[in-house]
């Protein structure tokens, strides 16, 4: 007998990696927030969101305060068999606002030269998109400090490309979603009505670059 139910496909995958501690150290911080909390909260909400929409969300620890190095964290979302990488994270620098960072060239990071080319495109597509998507949902909020390369980061400027970039074998985009030493980006950032909007702007930040994924997907 033929089965009358729909074909189901599995859901599509989202690894989202919020930030820190690695081995870079413990990231940003505020008077009185850390950029740990912030990328964690974010990301919680943010998985919410998206499973809503039918998306599966794969985080890149178990716990706030967990150690991942960014090796491992990349290699999280390549087994995972992510369709994008969202990594979560917060400013320490001068100014105000959220900014998209995507690999645009191949780096160098533990005698390991990456991402592909093929990541290298799909990341940009993705980066694109994103970005576009996010300034929308957070205008009022939060200011547009824009998309830049992950040379535009210290770590990028040294490598060509950030650690969890140069190890991804998918599409990779890191967003700093505010300057925490900045206190207003930090009241944002700490507030419950603050982290539901970023992550629900993240989620359709999100959307909008597996949309564009799959639009640029050879037929």
């Known amino acids: 007998m033929t089965d009358p139910r729909p074909d189901r496909h599995p859901p599509v995958i989202v690894c989202l990696d919020p930030g820190h501690p690695s081995e870079v150290g413990r990231g940003a911080r505020g008077r009185h927030l850390t950029e740990i909390t912030a990328a964690w909260q974010v990301a919680l909400r943010t998985k919410r969101f998206l499973e809503r929409a039918g998306i599966r969300a794969v985080l890149t620890k178990r716990r706030e305060s967990q150690f991942v190095a960014n090796r491992a964290r990349a290699e999280i979302a390549n087994r995972a068999g992510a369709a994008l990488m969202v ?125 564009a994924l799959r639009g640029a997907a050879p037929k």
């Open 87 to 211: 990594r979560l994270h917060g400013d320490s620098e001068g100014g105000s606002g959220f900014a998209v960072y995507v690999p645009d060239r191949a780096g160098l990071s533990g005698g390991v030269r990456g991402p592909s080319p093929a990541v290298l495109r799909s990341s940009h597509i993705a980066g694109r998109a994103f970005h576009a998507a996010l300034s929308p949902h957070l205008q009022g909020l939060l200011s547009d400090r824009g998309l830049h390369p992950d040379t535009a980061t210290a770590v990028g400027s040294r490598q060509g490309a950030l650690t969890g970039s140069v190890f991804s074998h998918v599409p990779v985009v890191l967003i700093e979603m505010g300057v925490l030493t900045n206190p207003r980006d930090e009241a944002v950032l700490a507030s419950e009505s603050g982290q539901e909007r970023m992550a629900g702007a993240i989620a359709a930040a999100t959307r909008a670059a597996l949309a």
